[in-house]
């Protein structure tokens, strides 16, 4: 079975543009998960989709944005970019079960897609 | 401005030898942990997790355990090889009934393996 794909996987972009980022999940999954990882925050958690719906959100500002598709891929895009955007940016993908079903479930991760804001 | 990084901790062992990478968790209220593994230039590889309802999970080289007492976790590999240099973080997250969409980090171990 084909992992998380996410592309691309490096962008080079200036201050002020924005970027869309996207991200294929494993077949079979639902949910997809979105991470930002620096050297100075380390990884922290931006935005989970399922079912086309936004269902979990980190504490990152409005210029942060993403969207999921009725295939289940993702995209999350930045708008207006500052210079601390540059981050290596991280989709994970699940099953989606929820807490309630008395099962656990598992985050798969891509291989990211490095932005550089110049 | 120069920006600082976070100071990972750092464990250096011998090939053959076992490793024990430790984690301070911070929600009491989390109930599944995963720790994975990031290798140079790749997204974090699942290594092993455990429910909150266990103490202890083995897999195969790996022994997770969870003292929910202090909030700790670690990640015990028997018989570390050079493949297993890379830098392993432990994750925490609560479905609170709705999903384990949104996982919780710690800031990372660098291990590095010597041959």
């Known amino acids: 079975k084909a992992g998380v794909t996410q592309t691309p996987r490096y962008l080079i972009k200036t201050r002020g543009q924005q970027v869309t980022l996207s991200c294929s999940p494993i077949s079979g999954h639902r949910s997809v998960s979105w991470y930002q990882q620096t050297p100075g925050q380390g990884l922290q958690f931006l935005f989970e989709y399922f079912s086309e719906t936004q269902r979990n959100k980190g504490n990152f500002p409005g210029r942060f944005s993403g969207r999921q598709f009725s295939n289940s891929r993702s995209e999350m895009n930045v708008s207006t970019l500052e210079l601390g955007d540059s981050a290596l940016y991280l989709c994970?993908?699940?099953?989606?079960?929820?807490?309630?079903?008395?099962?656990?479930?598992?985050?798969?991760f891509g291989p990211g897609t490095r932005l550089t804001v110049l | 401005g120069e920006s600082v990084g976070l100071h990972l901790p750092t464990l250096s062992v011998q090939e053959g030898d076992n490793s024990i990478i430790n984690c301070a968790y911070s929600n009491s209220a989390s109930d599944y942990f995963i720790w994975y593994k990031q290798e140079s230039g790749k997204g974090p590889q699942f290594i092993i997790d455990i429910r909150s309802n266990m103490d202890k999970r083995q897999g195969k080289r790996v022994t997770v355990l969870l003292n929910k007492t202090v909030k700790h976790l670690s990640l015990q590999i028997a018989a570390t090889q050079p493949g297993d240099s890379a830098v392993y973080f432990c994750a925490e997250t609560n479905a609170g009934g709705t999903s384990y969409g949104k996982l919780t980090f710690g800031q990372g171990t660098i291990l590095t393996v010597h041959p």
């Open positions: 994970a993908s699940s099953l989606g079960v929820t807490g309630t079903s008395g099962s656990t479930d598992t985050q798969y």
